[in-house]
């Protein structure tokens, strides 16, 4: 016989550096101290364990790759998901108003997202390499979710805030151009606040 897997509904979020979840970072995911390990290479993904972090499971310890995510299960239990899977076996969910974000929302996801390429392309910093057209949508479906909370009352006003409680320790041991990096998505996120809405219809 053929069985087909229930359909369940997940938690998660998607994992790249420091501070990308202070609400999670500390109690989910523990980060490597920055000086140590930093010549051992990962087995997993080939970089250096130091830009890692490390998750307890039911299993045991899991190491956390940039960009895995981190899916909490159906008993409150998380554990890493290698990005490619993660996209080849899940969808995200569509929210309780039917699963379309506020247009003005997505128009300022686009907005923030490509000036912040384009300003990392300039100050010869990492970028993400694709274009918002091009991102999958599992990434889109979360950076709209941040988005959403920068341009409300919730929003964080500061890099320092972003990497809140105990990640502030270790802010100032970010590299310069990481921590220009998000300084600059605060500040694309107000402007996207300020100055991108929906016009008010012609009386």
Known sequence: MKYRKKSIVIEAMQWFKIGDHPEGEGKVVRYRTPNQYVQTQCQKCGATLHTHGFIDTLEGGHIVCPGDWIITGVKGETYPCRADIFEQTYDAEPD??????????????????????????????????????????????????????QCSDLRSTSPEELHED?????????GKLEQDKDSVFVALCDIARLWIYEPEPDK
């Not at 997505?106 to 993400?128: G, M, N, S």
């Open 96 to 149: 309780k108003e039917g699963g379309i974000m506020p247009l003005t929302t997505e128009r300022r996801a686009e907005f923030v997202y490509e000036a912040a390429r384009l300003a990392a392309t300039h100050a010869k910093a990492p970028i993400i390499p694709v274009p918002w057209a091009r991102a999958r949508a599992a990434f889109k479906y979360q950076f709209l979710e941040v988005i959403l909370r």
């Open 166 to 174: 105990w990640v502030q320790d270790h802010y100032a041991q970010l």
